[in-house]
Nanobody, 125 residues
Framework: EVQLVESGGGLVQTGGSLRLSCAVSGFTSDDYAIGWFRQAPGKEREAISCHKTRDGNTYYVVGMKDRFTLSRDSGNNTVYLQMKDLKPDDTAIYYC??????????????????WGQGAQVTVSS
């Protein structure tokens, strides 16, 4: 059973930083795509970044790369989202998600089969 367990959310002031973690388990091979998404109150879920383990490529939604960095520690099957210079508009529930294999794009939520429980990030002004 594939499981994604997130940690690292919390309350931070404007301009602060946070790092989210997503521990991945249950895939039968080290060949999957993993992405980070967020959903603010009253808004649709939006993509931030994703990574494909097969070729090691990482992709970002335009405008996200300046302040968000996805990284992966393959040794402990954990993916991170480093966030800096946070703003109140970044307040949202942040989700990691995964699907097996290479697939096509990885910045669309509907492509994902597995989702973490979500981590609340609140940025105070």
């Amino acid at each position: 059973e594939v499981q994604l367990v997130e940690s690292g959310g919390g309350l931070v002031q404007t301009g602060g930083s946070l790092r989210l973690s997503c521990a991945v388990s249950g895939f039968t091979s080290d060949d999957y795509a993993i992405g980070w998404f967020r959903q603010a109150p009253g808004k649709e879920r939006e993509a931030i970044s994703c990574h494909k383990t097969r070729d090691g490529n990482t992709y970002y939604v335009v405008g996200m790369k300046d302040r968000f960095t996805l990284s992966r520690d393959s040794g402990n099957n954990t993916v991170y989202l480093q966030m800096k210079d946070l703003k109140p508009d970044d307040t949202a529930i942040y989700y990691c998600a995964a699907y097996p294999g290479y697939g096509s794009g990885c910045l669309r939520a509907h492509e994902y089969d597995y989702w973490g429980q979500g981590a609340q990030v609140t940025v105070s002004s």
